[in-house]
């Protein structure tokens, strides 16, 4: 016998296949949203995880270090308040390339897209300025557990901020060459969530690492 | 019936079978899959990004207050002011107010894990 399958249309039944939808293509989900928005946010949920895991261990060794350099040592507030800013605004930025080809301005999504790209990466020169500063000033990964746990998370974190760098040239590209079309706006608005994403996950880490009282080196 | 009568039944039939179901991804004109409002114009983006800019100097401002106010306080400020940006962006440029709230459940559902998770690890390690 046959196997056929049974197309439901009964109110509360699943939902039977249909034809791809106008934007993009997709197929319709049981879920009735997008299967990669839908994943982009998946991710961006197990990544809260991800980060957790190096914020807790940050906190589990802060004031553990037996010795120095310690935060207080070698931390510039001014500096990294600078380059902080320059992340938010590069959010800013995103969505203003968002809103561009939304509207099908290819110019402006083309220029807000570069300068994300710009600040994504004055923000990871400005990283790797501090870190090079650090590590003058005596702090290496194995120095003590402050510098074990600050290296693993902020540079897990300029990790997430380069690979979207990446991803965001990688659309001004195909901007570029005509390739990215008002109809493909989605794609950006899956790169912007991801960038998005890095920008608050530095809210919090600028937050607890930097501006939060330091206790002194453990006896 | 005649055969007309019954093409015209059988076609009825089969535009109701092929019909998109409830929540398919057809947004309306304008939006996104997935969007259920517009996203905000350009000028409510850059004043978002304002108030961004001033709770952050707020943030910067107030961990130099340092032995002049209790940490405690100092710790409470900073936390709260941390939450409202995350909120600000997660909300407005992340499009979390105007989009399905399936995205935000499944954004929460993350945080609050972590959080919890975390929380517990810290507390059973004596970090509080």
Redesign the interface.
Known sequence: MATTIE?T?EVGGP??P??P????G????S????ST??AI??F??????F???F??AY??Y?GRSTVPPGPKDVFD??FT?AT??IL??S??T???A??AI?RGDERRLKIWLLATVLLGATFIGGQVFEFTEFDREGLGLGTNLFGSSFYVLTGFHGAHVTAGIIWLLSLWGMASQGRLKQAD??KV?IA??YW??V??VW??I???I????QPGLAK | MTEGTIAKVEEEISS????????????AP?L???EVHP????AQ??L??VV??VV?AF??A???L?GAIP?GL??TL??V??IV??AL??A????LRTD?P??RR??V???V???L??LV??TS?H?F
């Open positions: 197309q249309t939902p039977a249909t034809s939808g106008a934007h993009g997709h197929p319709p989900t879920t009735g949203v997008g928005k839908l946010w998946l961006l949920a197990s990544d809260c995880l980060f957790g895991a914020i807790s906190l589990l802060r507030i001014p308040s902080s800013f938010l605004m959010s800013l995103m969505v203003l968002l809103a939304q706006a989605e608005e912007g969530l998005h994403f920008d608050v809210i919090v600028f937050t607890v930097y501006l939060v009282p | 109701v079978a092929h019909a998109e179901p409830a929540g398919a991804l057809e947004p304008g996104l899959p997935g996203h905000p114009s350009p983006y850059v978002i990004a961004l800019c952050t943030e910067v107030v961990s130099y340092e940490d100092i710790v900073l936390l002011m941390a940006k995350f962006v997660a407005w440029f992340m499009h399905k399936i995205f499944f954004f559902l993350g945080i894990a972590a959080v998770l975390y690890v810290l390690l970090v």
